[in-house]
């Protein structure tokens, strides 16, 4: 199936802990992103990548650092885990940043829940 | 500054009836707005694109409106089906930044 996966798709973790989630995409998309929904739903894009180059980096803690080994991959590393980091994580693709081709396909989410 | 705000919160209605949500934005330059909708549990997934020049489209019970004098857009959903209970999020793309996305309004249908 072509689609954007992630994994884990739940993930439990005590507080101080280090974690990491994967991303993959074979739309054949040059612009990854990562996104965290709070508990009130609201989207808030933290990194995007665009042909494994870093294009934006919002107001995130230097603790989360992503890594794109490649254009089909987006990973993000949770150094040092707090209980304010529990949410649903948000892997997406699309064709490109311009405006055409910014349809955004989404994975299905990875819960993060810290103890 | 670039905000996109999103009425109702949230709402309920009967499985059968209409109903429309309300997209406002202050973004300039406009490139274009979609809609999406996010099931519980999974993520979200576009409905439909509307560019500066299109003031309506349709995708099967799904209507989206564009004023983009007003800068307001609208989601209008006839004959809702339980199926139809999601939250719906209004994206709106600058033309030289990122997209922008809205706070969602949660929909129920009840049978």
């Known amino acids: 199936d072509t689609a954007v996966s992630q994994t884990p798709k739940y993930l439990v973790t005590q507080m101080g802990n280090d974690k990491s989630i994967k991303c993959e995409q074979n739309l054949g998309h040059d612009t990854m992103y990562w996104y965290k929904q709070d508990s009130k739903k609201f989207l808030k894009i933290m990194f995007s990548?665009?042909?494994?180059?870093?294009?934006i980096n919002e107001t995130v803690p230097n603790r989360f650092s992503p890594k794109s080994p490649d254009k089909a991959h987006l990973n993000l590393h949770i150094n040092s885990l707090e209980l304010g980091d529990s949410a649903v994580y948000f892997c997406?693709?699309?064709?490109?940043?311009?405006?055409?081709?910014?349809?955004?396909?989404f994975g299905p989410g990875t819960r993060l829940t810290v103890l | 500054k670039n905000q996109v705000e999103q009425s109702p919160q949230s709402l309920i209605i009967l499985e059968g009836k209409n109903c429309t949500l309300q997209?406002?934005?202050?973004?300039?330059?406009?490139?274009?707005l979609r809609w999406y909708k996010q099931d519980t549990g999974r993520g979200p997934v576009s409905l439909t694109i509307m560019t500066f020049s299109e003031n309506t489209k349709s995708n099967g019970r799904y209507t989206a409106t564009l004023d983009a004098d007003t800068k307001q857009s609208s989601l209008h959903i006839t004959a809702s089906q339980l199926s139809d209970s999601a939250s719906y999020i209004c994206?709106?793309?600058?033309?030289?930044?990122?997209?922008?996305f809205g706070p969602g309004t949660s929909l129920s249908v009840i049978p």
């Open positions: 990548y665009n042909n494994k180059e870093l294009i």
């Open positions: 997406a693709s699309s064709l490109g940043t311009s405006s055409r081709y910014n349809e955004q396909f």
């Open positions: 997209c406002n934005y202050t973004v300039s330059p406009f490139s274009n």
């Open positions: 994206v709106v793309k600058p033309s030289y930044d990122k997209v922008i």
